[in-house]
């Protein structure tokens, strides 16, 4: 939890922000991806809706963590990444039929 306390004026407000985690600065596209997006991918694929949402400050590095194009081995983002596992994933299943 953050707490941000705005203004010097005595009746200023307080404010909370509770979040789920944070990477650290070295954190690699990998990482992110094994740590949020491969759980959402594998729910997705038992039927279950997902969502990943990036927030921040411009220029803190959303555009280039979500949509960066890169090898997958390498620094490309999660949506890319997202995108080579559903159909890796989809192409193991070989339980259930896929229509694309």
């Known amino acids: 939890q ?6 010097m004026a005595c009746n200023a407000e307080a404010r909370e922000f509770t979040f789920d ?8 596209q990998r990482q992110v991806y094994a740590e949020v997006g491969l759980p959402v991918l594998c729910e997705c694929m038992r039927g279950i809706n997902g969502t990943i949402f990036a927030y921040g ?14 090898p997958p ?3 490309a983002g999660l949506l890319p990444r997202l ?11 070989l339980e259930s039929v896929y229509e694309v």
């Open 2 to 7: 953050v707490r941000i306390v705005e203004g």
């Open 21 to 28: 985690g944070v990477f650290p600065c070295d954190a690699t």
């Open 57 to 70: 400050q411009t220029g803190s590095g959303k555009t280039h963590s979500l949509l960066h194009q890169g």
């Open 73 to 75: 081995n390498d620094d």
């Open 83 to 93: 995108v080579a596992g559903l159909f890796a994933q989809a192409q193991q299943d």
